[in-house]
DNA sequence: CGAACCCTTGACAGAAATCAACTAAGGTGG
DNA sequence: CCACCTTAGTTGATTTCTGTCAAGGGTTCG
């Protein structure tokens, strides 16, 4: 565990309000790793051990079953995830590896029990976090079951806009875990990324350029009960919503 | 508020634990209120200022996007919804109707939030009934995203004869409700049902009959990690995990 | 330089939504 | 008690959407 590692979790909306003894004491008992790029760090299925904290490069969590897999969000540093099970002490629902060569800390479980137990402003925020994470995936959901693909192509570049703050701006990640995010082939997004130029989208490689917002808008309808933000919704399952690269 | 609702509603898991001062002060200053079916509880974008305890009837939680709809969830007694809500302040994602004539508590948000800041283990219990709605959702999302519409059907069904207890039983919502749950149309379901007969189910009516576990099975792959069961994950958008009648 | 790998494109098959019509069941009011 | 109305469910025809299979281009990395 570095040095330098603390503040920048101290600072996240879990870890924020708890006692600095509480905290000091939770990360006493981490162990912090570096891992290469596509690495499983936790197997949906295994028990549910450690809290993990993405501090450095990106990790996709996801999901598998009957020989299918698909992508159900991506998270950069700094960001938690699977607090549930470790609250719950169950099973894992979602695998997670690593994307790129990253550093990640782990948080015993039992600790993390016992320290809500014992810190009320940690509990509040243990709370403040699972719900946003069941918000953000609620907003999933919908978008999944009410917006075909074209929609929710078009709602997700247009949010990624919002965070990149620019009406061009390089998309953040792979278009395959794009494409699985969003519940689609890759083959699928390609067609449909050359389909929505004529809605207003260009995309050149990894280069988006909205050309004319007010037809995007026309198709994806952006809505703040979909297309979120919940902020500090950033654990579990959020796809990328800290600001994105250029 | 009836003194005969209040038992239901501690046994709860959410409401068990809690100190009995507590419970009381929070009951105080419940409203309880009948409403006939069909009629509109929440609406989502609304602030969000009650939690809901359904105490008897049926609600349904829904969502709506652009002129479409969609169940993300039923609920019945004893069973609360939108609780991430209130903890947030923030707008509801979902709305809620009746579809029976129903008994609804309702307990302000502002009460709850106090509430759980002076009582460590209300606090734990809520803790808990937020990561049980939001495994219940990831776990929605899995099936939406790794199965079919004929998998998730025979998935969905198959669940129900467990918690039934018989291969065969009585439906407990409307098709068209369940359709919507699963992400399809209620001609695709019923279509579907039809053709589920070549694997092992049988749908006459309301009836359903397992008529060859292993060939359901197969095409289902029934997952732990997909169909639960989260005990105790009742609040926010399970679908039916009580049992279900006949 | 070669080997992966991502992305794209095309052709095709399969799945699902849509539109329309019809049946059946339940409830209402005469 | 029955005619009527409403609504859920079904079925068929059709279109649209989406996944699958196959092949080729481009890039990166060893």
Redesign the interface.
Known sequence: MRAQDLPGIRHLPLFRDMRQAHFEALMQGCYAQNFPAGLELVR??DPADFLHIVVEGLVELY????G???T?GILRPVGTFI???C??D??Y??SARTLERSRIILVPASDLRAT??QD?EF??S???D??????T??????T????NSR?RIAAWLLQQAEVAGASSYQLPIEKRFLASYL?MTPENLSRALKSLEADGLRVEGARVTITDRAKVEALA?P????DGP?PEAEG??AALPGPSPE
Do not use: T, Y
């Not at 699972?130 to 918000?135: E, M, T």
């Not at 995936?137 to 919908?142: E, G, I, L, Q, T």
């Not at 999944?144 to 917006?147: A, D, F, N, Q």
């Open positions: 949906q299925g999901a598998d079953w009957g299918r897999e698909c159900m607090l549930a099970a609250i719950r169950a099973p629902l979602m809500f137990r009320p509990a509040v243990v709370i403040n699972l719900a946003g994470n069941f918000r995936m609620v907003r999933h959901a919908k999944l079951k009410l917006r929609e519940g309808q809505d703040l009960l979909i919940d579990g399952a």
